[in-house]
């Protein structure tokens, strides 16, 4: 039994993680976070605090580290004593908190691919570029590691590899809708991290087809997809983390991701993209001084947090996965759908960081009770999905399969 | 007779201003341009000479100055002997350069009104905030002080003057259009400095109707006008300079100001406008760092001066005045065309920098022979149009006059 969590970060994800470790603090034990800013980290606290959400006695302390220095956070591992580190901050510092984690021997877990500052859409499979580096040292130290265990990626990995085993004998291809149709009234927001975002969209759209990389641009391709509850949505074509790795674990099938906009975002991203302010290379002012766009964008933009409270709508995610089972086609469709105002009354946080914020806690408690405290390197998709759906349930993220015109629980 | 010149600035503008100069240094003398950056200064001298600019033998230097300090300004002036000065810098220096003018009794031009740059669209009418607190001090001084003798504000001023003078006993409405049918085949390009071209627009849009002031909103209020040449064009009711003096010289009319605008400029202000990125206000940046959004966005912008060598296409501004003449309404349309291909083969500029370089070079050639050296400041309608026109049909703007279905040189 694997106790004591290190949340790292302190945005809208790490509020939600929060929460959840609190309201599961009976099999997490201890809690600890820490971020930059360390008030930020005692507003969560309070939050947690306010709602009561502490499922038994225990601690949740806050402390102030730079997780761009893997000694200060191996340093920290070793104060707190944490077993599980959640690391939900920025993806620039992924491997940094890894590498605290190899020092020390925590267990990892993150919810998104890591990224350099000054580098956009590397070549694929990402993985390859940073995290998969470090296979062999987690297995040689045997520490459990689980990459991208949020929702896209994450759940949606376990989706692709619940309807393989499941539904088919043999997978043809994997396309992973993430639909927003939820409304926050602003003029333009984004869900979490500006330049997180945005970074995804700026860069080529990597894909896998017939067994090989292919590339198109941004919003080159959409669909106009019909879903649960959401009902007719446009979505386009992106690049996403989970492709690079289910590309990697099913190369037999297509992989293919698809991201819901509505007009004003491609508007806004067309326009910002073409004037040069989506960039991640400083700029020198007229007055000499050097900035970079992208955070002076950051930087006006609403605080993705901020938008909780007039969150309405649902976010519909999942994963289309077609087939043969006996000879014949097969397809079926696993997902979940969210309530943006629900989350808010729960945890305090809108429906994009409640669906990335709970998954990550539902695999702490696994590695927690050694159900998936692997002791190595794994993608979502490399672990057993049924016991990972089965705290998604009960911790508020349903899964859902649609199957020959049915729509049923997956364990239904 | 005045002589030596001194340009202030180095931007589109003041290439024309330079080039325009140089060909009739006959009547001007020597020549100087000065500017923060004194290699603009060099590279604009040395495009005069590639084309061979000089009407007579005659110095052309080049000078650093700090136009924000009116002390270096005065210091420049006693030193290149200048007693005419077309300041074409930013209008954040125009009061600076005045004071500089006033300190040693030169003669001044500019070309837009003075701006303060933590400030947007103050209280109206505008001159009163600034130029027009320093009247007395220039009468008594003897200092001539010609204000805004650009294109518009300057020669539509002038326009107006005229229209009202030759075609009517009474004037009802001066309405101001200013058309840019010209591609310059880039996604998004200002024509002029980014942050003075979105300051223009960000503000209220004050206008004057009824013997008041009144206020819309940018795009508030759009009209389709049938131009010549250009034909129908789009333009919209906006905030401009000349407003601010014609309703103070004409308070009887109703003055307004229109500015063409096609689709794209208007979805990159809305976003740009909507998300903060045009504000002169500073944000402070996730890491700390202040900035200027509008900065940013500037930097980040084509340089107005790179578009000349593909702009195609034509301007068209002009004055419809309505009025009455002999107790029968009248109306009168006086404008000028302008060909960027023709400017840019000319001047190596475009035609937006063109029109608003050609003509303080006519007002400096005015001052020069005593014509509008009237030891006084003024605008442009407070003074004779007439020799203005003839300069400005013989050096490259020639005016025309829509009148009663006929289309004519304003002296034909």
Chains 1, 2 share one sequence.
């Not at 998104?112 to 070549?123: G, M, N, V, Y």
């Not at 297995?139 to 949606?156: C, H, N, R, S, Y």
């Not at 759906?389 to 859902?400: A, E, V």
Request: with cysteine.
């Amino acid at each position: 039994m694997k106790k004591t969590v290190l949340i790292i970060g302190a945005g809208g994800v790490a509020q939600v993680v929060a929460h959840k470790c609190a309201q599961n603090n009976d099999v997490l034990g201890a809690l600890h976070i820490a971020s930059r800013t360390k008030s930020k980290c005692d507003d969560i606290v309070a939050s947690v605090h306010e709602k009561g959400a502490m499922k038994v006695e225990g601690t949740f302390d806050t402390h102030q580290v730079d997780a761009t220095k893997s000694d200060e956070v191996a340093e920290l591992i070793r104060k707190t004593g944490a077993e599980i580190v959640i690391n939900v901050g920025t993806a620039f510092v992924n491997m940094h908190v890894l590498d605290g984690c190899l020092e020390t021997g925590a267990a990892y877990i993150d919810t998104a691919i890591h990224e350099e500052p000054d580098k956009i859409c590397e070549t694929p499979p990402w993985y390859a570029n940073y995290e998969w580096k470090k296979k062999d040292a987690c297995a040689e130290k045997g520490v459990t590691a689980i990459l991208g265990a949020g929702f896209d990626p994450g759940v949606v990995n376990a989706f692709a590899r619940f309807a393989v085993d499941e539904y088919m004998d043999e997978v043809k291809s994997i396309d992973i809708v993430d639909v927003n149709a939820g409304s926050h009234g602003r003029y333009f927001a984004t869900n979490f991290d500006p330049e997180i975002n945005f970074r995804e969209f700026t860069g080529v759209v990597y894909y896998w087809e017939d067994g090989t990389w292919k590339e198109k641009q941004m919003f080159e391709t959409g669909h106009e997809w019909d879903l649960p509850v959401v009902g007719k949505q446009m979505a386009y074509q992106s690049g996403h983390d989970e492709v690079h790795s289910l590309a990697t674990n099913y190369p037999q099938a297509d992989v293919r991701f698809w991201m819901g906009f509505g007009e004003r975002y491609i508007t806004v991203f067309t326009v910002l993209k073409n004037l040069g302010l989506l960039s991640e290379q400083p700029v020198t002012l007229a007055e000499g001084q050097e900035v970079v766009p992208l955070k002076v964008v950051k930087a006006c933009l609403p605080d993705p947090s901020s938008l909780a409270p007039d969150y309405t709508g649902n976010t519909c995610i999942g994963d289309l996965v077609k087939g043969t089972k006996d000879g014949e086609e097969v397809e079926v469709f696993v997902y979940n759908v969210a309530d943006h105002k629900v989350a808010y009354n729960e945890v305090g946080s809108q429906g994009i960081s409640y669906t990335a914020g709970v998954p990550p806690v539902a695999a702490a408690m696994l590695i927690a009770d050694g159900t998936w405290d692997t002791k190595d390197m794994r993608n979502v998709e490399e672990l057993d999905p049924k016991p990972f759906f089965t705290i998604l349930d009960r911790i508020g993220l349903p899964t859902r399969v649609s199957f020959k015109d049915q729509d049923k629980a997956w364990n239904a």
